[in-house]
């Protein structure tokens, strides 16, 4: 079966050999180009989401399925993997396009 065909404003992206994981629309990895799915730009500036708060590596992290709440009211983490996430902010429009290609 094969993956259902892009919506009309998906991001194309540049299929390379060895990319970033698989995505029905393309595949992304670090330092290739991209475009904004919100103008269509192509001059989106890399960067990060910080995570300032107590205990914190300094960037945010994606955690795969629903949020679910300890008994404190955290988030509960235990034994999830999580991802890095790559922020490339489009200068144009000011859009943020979020990847979380790497576990950490």
Same mark, same amino acid.
């Given at each position: 079966m094969s993956p259902p065909?892009? /919506?009309?404003?998906a991001v194309r992206r540049? &299929?390379?050999p060895g990319s970033g994981p698989s995505h029905p629309y393309g595949s992304?990895?670090?330092?290739? &180009?991209? %475009?904004?799915?919100?103008?269509?730009g192509f001059d +989106?500036?890399? #960067? @990060?989401?910080e995570d300032s708060g107590d205990h914190s590596r300094g960037?945010? %992290?994606w955690i795969p399925g629903p949020l679910q709440r300890g008994v404190m009211g955290g988030a509960k983490r235990w034994g999830r /993997? %999580? @991802?890095?996430?790559?922020? =490339?902010r489009c200068r144009n429009c #000011? =859009? +943020? &396009? +979020?990847?979380? /290609? =790497?576990e950490v």
């Open positions: 065909a892009p /919506p009309p404003h540049i &299929e390379a992304y990895s670090a330092g290739m &180009e991209i %475009r904004c799915s919100q103008c269509q +989106l500036e890399p #960067g @990060f989401v960037y945010a %992290r /993997p %999580r @991802f890095q996430i790559d922020a =490339h #000011g =859009h +943020l &396009e +979020l990847f979380a /290609p =790497h």
